[in-house]
């Protein structure tokens, strides 16, 4: 079985999202990691990936950073272990490492 794993600065998914999706079915990816997603939790367009048969899990700061895996595969299980760099009231994620099990 052949996986395809791609990445993507999306860098605003509120921005994005259309073509992202968009190049999802284009692209055939089976698992996306995005970075620079730029939106709250609560704003995250979850609805449009999970349409195109995608799982998705975020994490997500207003105007900075953020992250997102979307996954044809069903996402059992995720541990997430952070290292963080905390500066004038707002944290940074330096490293983030997500452990999957599908």
């Given at each position: ?42 704003n995250f ?6 349409e195109k ?50």
């Amino acid at each position: 079985m052949t996986i395809k794993i791609s990445t993507f600065n999306i860098n605003s998914i509120k921005m994005r999202s259309t073509i992202v999706t968009n190049w999802l079915d284009e692209s055939q990816t089976d698992i996306l990691l995005m970075q620079e997603t730029k939106s709250i939790d609560e704003n995250f367009p979850y609805k449009e990936f999970e349409e195109k048969g995608f799982n998705v899990i975020f994490s997500g700061q207003k105007a900075y950073n953020g992250v997102a895996i979307a996954s044809k595969f069903k996402i059992e299980e995720i541990d997430e272990i952070f290292l963080f760099i905390t500066m004038k009231n707002w944290k940074m994620i330096r490293q983030g490492f997500y452990m999957l099990k599908f």
